[in-house]
């Protein structure tokens, strides 16, 4: 089989490649040409080079498959850890567990969860709270009507279970 690849007709360039194959065996030549008439000469001295390759083909030797590189210890990535909400303060923000933050009043709709978390922002700028531990809010609204004139010198002299239940409070309730 002799494929010829000639340059197109408008091309500059006069570089044109020769393949001939038979079976596995193939050679590509590559070559210039002044004129169409001498393909004719390039074609029979491709088929000479060919012949020879056919009567001597290289052995080409499977290369040995590449050896595994020792595994390096790879840094598991941490589990997924547990999705936070960004608490706005007075000062940046901080985000905390949303299972910290706990609606146990009828409220949970997305409205009473905002309210919910700008509460948790005047606990933890008042102090009272440091986003760490579980609270539970029984309603929303009535303590943020509650919270709502108090400046943070004020939940100074309050406790956070004046607000809110925590863990501490839950155990003890369930102890009695």
């Known amino acids: ?18 393949l001939v194959q038979r079976g596995d065996l193939a050679r590509v030549h ?10 004719t000469e390039i074609i029979a001295d491709a ?14 030797t499977e290369l040995p498959p590449p050896k595994p590189e020792p595994r390096k210890q790879v840094e598991q990535p941490a589990p997924p850890s547990e999705p936070t909400v960004d608490i706005p303060l007075k000062k940046g923000k901080k985000a905390v567990k949303i299972s910290h933050l706990k609606i ?26 440091d986003g760490d531990s579980p609270i539970r809010i029984d309603d929303v609204y009535a303590l943020a009507k509650k919270m709502k004139h108090l400046t943070e010198r004020d939940l100074s002299l309050f406790a956070l279970e004046d ?4 863990d501490a409070m839950l155990n003890s309730d369930d102890n009695n």
């Open 163 to 166: 607000f809110v239940q925590t």
């Open 30 to 39: 590559k070559f210039t040409h002044e004129r169409i008439a001498d393909l």
């Open 104 to 129: 146990t009043g009828g409220e949970t709709d997305a409205a009473a969860y905002r309210q919910a978390v700008l509460i948790a922002g005047k606990l933890i700028d008042g102090k009272l709270w």
């Open 1 to 18: 089989m002799l494929t010829l690849t000639l340059p197109d007709a408008d091309s500059e360039s006069k570089t044109s490649t020769l």
């Open 47 to 60: 088929l000479i080079a060919f012949a020879a390759v056919e009567a001597d083909p290289p052995i080409i």
